[in-house]
């Protein structure tokens, strides 16, 4: 098992910045990705940004060039920088742990809610 802990959400306004933290436990051995996903009322969760073990990294087209993920492997804490946020950011934001950059997640965060307000 893997348990993840996020951190950091919070209320910014349009044009702000927050960092989004995850601190990862358990049988980290078991996946080679670690990330972050999304989900807003209605709508089903989305990727965000997920790393592999050698750096490699995904991100979703609305948000390359804003956000930036990283992983501290020395702590196994995963973090989520985001600049210039904007309304259509506001989503409850999940860590992720999965065996790939393409398969789906195989362990959820509880999730960190992130507001943008105009």
């Known amino acids: 098992q893997v348990q993840l802990v996020e951190s950091g959400g919070g209320l910014v306004q349009a044009g702000g910045s927050l960092r989004l933290t995850c601190a990862a436990s358990?049988?980290?051995?078991?996946?080679?990705?670690l990330g972050w996903y999304r989900q807003t009322p209605g709508s089903q969760r989305e990727r965000v940004a997920v790393i592999d073990r050698v750096g490699n990294i995904r991100y979703d087209d609305s948000t390359r060039g804003r956000f930036t993920v990283s992983w501290d492997r020395a702590s196994d804490m995963v973090y989520l920088q985001m600049n210039n946020l904007q309304p259509e950011d506001t989503a409850v934001y999940f860590c992720v742990a999965k065996r790939s950059l393409v398969s789906v997640p195989n362990y959820w965060g509880q999730g960190t809610q992130v507001t943008v307000s105009s």
């Open positions: 358990g049988n980290i051995a078991r996946v080679n990705t």
